[in-house]
């Protein structure tokens, strides 16, 4: 029999009824639970003199515990100790749960404890796991059905848990704006959207010391350059940003979500009358998405756009044959790329 040993405990043996050393062993055992054959580690207590295996009613408990832990791992289920951790990140109670939920009062307790959740339970629980503004969605509709103090603790709990999420949240949204540009290689430059080397891109031009006075105007129309640039030259843009024709020039599909994403040195300052968004970034740093030939391209467009005021970059701009032939506020389509000025 393969059984590892866990420890020894002096005691009278249930088995031989005499008191000696019992082991208490983990045995590999093999189980059909709802049609699935399942392998766990299963407790026994161990009588040598009787060559036996042996349970009392608690090991009995812990192994029925387990073979259905081991079950739902294998089905991909969450686990009662997953269960467990979701309460625990909302600091909400069992019965409170199943409150938010419309479950009856006992249901995530039986799932913590004996019982397997069916699928449709499963999802449910993993969305909430998953998704900070749901939950609070839930708390907000539900808010009668819980006391004032659970109310309190589990939006506090949530809302953290939402603000840590928030650049999941933009990166979704922005995404979704671009989804209808997919199938069109002239509108993205034969690129899908990488808002990883968007960040990076916009972090590159806001840590180089060649590049003066760095504002948001002057940002989109290099990152317009660099993409247009990439093109021409490797016949597929770096970001797989899609760009407008607007008054001040090329300007990417939602522009001002991009700015907020994680890891962009945006800053907003006064500069008199209005509030400005600035972009600077100090010391060494690392572009872990961004290719060689990549940095190549911007540093071409660094070195011909980076000591360029604001307006001598728009005007600039302006000249480009992307630029006027491209209705206003219409996509600038990839094709212009071929006739840059760089």
Not at 90 to 114: F, M, N, P, V
Not at 117 to 141: C, G, M, N, V, Y
Not at 294 to 311: A, H, N, P, Q, R
Request: with cysteine; hydrophobic share 35%.
């Amino acid at each position: 029999m393969n059984m590892h040993i866990m420890r020894k405990e002096l005691k009278k043996c249930a088995c031989c009824m005499e008191e000696h050393e019992v082991q208490m062993v983990q045995v590999k055992e093999e189980a059909t639970l709802k049609g699935r054959k399942i392998t766990y580690d299963a407790s026994y207590m161990y009588c040598d003199k009787a060559d036996e295996l042996y349970t009392d009613e608690t090991q009995m408990r812990e192994n029925d515990f387990r073979l259905k832990e081991a079950y739902r791992s294998a089905e991909g289920l969450l686990t009662a100790e997953e269960i467990q951790a979701i309460r625990g990140k909302y600091g909400i109670t069992q019965g409170d749960l199943c409150a938010l939920l419309g479950w009856g009062g006992k249901t995530i307790t039986r799932y913590e404890s004996h019982q397997v959740q069916d699928r449709a339970h499963d999802t449910i629980l993993r969305k909430i796991d998953q998704d900070p503004e749901w939950f609070l969605e839930l708390l907000s509709e539900y808010k009668k059905d819980i006391s004032e103090g659970t109310y309190r603790r589990c939006l506090k709990y949530a809302t953290l848990l939402y603000e840590a999420d928030k650049d999941v949240y933009i990166r979704k949204a922005i995404e979704a704006s671009y989804a209808r540009f997919r199938e069109n290689e002239q509108l993205h430059g034969n690129t899908s959207l990488s808002l990883d080397k968007v960040v990076d891109v916009i972090r590159y031009f806001a840590s180089s010391s060649k590049v003066a006075n760095l504002y948001k105007v002057k940002l989109m129309k290099l990152m317009w350059y660099a993409d247009s640039l990439a093109y021409k030259k490797r016949g597929k843009a770096i970001t797989g940003l899609v760009y407008q024709a607007l008054p001040m020039g090329a300007v990417p599909v939602e522009h001002n979500s991009i700015i907020t994403l994680k890891n962009v040195p945006c800053e907003e300052v006064d500069v008199g009358e209005f509030n400005a968004f600035r972009f600077k970034l100090n010391g060494k740093q690392k572009f872990l998405f961004l290719q060689d030939d990549e940095k190549e391209i911007l540093d071409i467009v660094i070195k011909k756009f980076g000591k360029m005021t604001k307006s001598e970059i728009v005007s600039f701009m302006h000249e480009e044959q992307a630029y006027k032939e491209t209705v206003p506020g219409d996509v600038i389509p990839f094709k212009y790329a071929g006739n840059l000025q760089i």
